[in-house]
């Protein structure tokens, strides 16, 4: 089965690129592209893609009101990602906050695109620990009580450490000498505690709390 993928971006000549490498790809296909936030809901109802390719910067609706429109919106919403010219902008982090699942730089090479999709694709968050933290670093909002509210075991709070590091769930299992499955068991429910849709967001969230320093 085939991943479906819109994409989302001003830019004609980024729109034909990213196309280019996606369709050379036999298990990745794009159902449609939109130039502007406005676009996405109605093409998102119409093909049902696994995953959007979201430019930030756009005229008219940009990437964060679509994501968090789309998000907030449809009842199986697809995977955001989140597609950029520079990594430490503002409105990659507020994109982030608003539910993408991780970035994409312009520049990245034909290989990282499709690897990017993929991960997204199969409900994981593209995850860049150093990334984060700068991002966080610069624009974060500080929210010491969000995770206090959520009342974490000590092990779903180690666990979240590991998660912020930027560990998979196999390397989570290694680390603390669990099965795999316990690691998700464990994550799922960092994720329902915090009220966040995936990694990215819990990921944020402990910085944000104070919980994960972004220096340390």
Known sequence: ?????????????????LRTILDAQPDLRVVAEAADGA??????????????????RMPGIDGIQ????????????????VVTTFANDEYVYEALRAGASGFLLKRAKPAEVVAAVRVVARGD???????????????????A??????RLTEREAEVLRLMA????????????????????????????????????QAVIA???SGFVVPNG
């Open 165 to 200: 590091a930027g560990l998979s769930n196999p390397e989570i299992a290694a680390r603390l000498v669990v099965g795999v499955e316990t690691v998700k068991t464990h994550v799922g429910n960092v994720l329902t505690k915090l009220g966040v849709r995936d990694r990215t």
């Open 39 to 56: 676009e996405v809901p109605p093409l998102v109802a119409r093909h049902r893609p696994q995953v959007v390719l979201m430019d930030v």
């Open 125 to 143: 968050s593209l995850l860049f620990p150093a990334a984060i933290r700068r991002l966080v670093g610069a624009y974060g909002r500080r929210d």
């Open 145 to 150: 009580d969000g995770l206090r509210a959520a």
């Open 66 to 81: 679509a994501t968090r429109h789309l998000l907030a919106t449809s009842a199986e919403p697809p995977r955001v990602l």
């Open 1 to 17: 089965m085939s991943v479906d993928v819109l994409i989302v971006d001003d830019d004609e000549l980024v729109r034909i690129g």
């Open 206 to 208: 402990a910085y944000e």
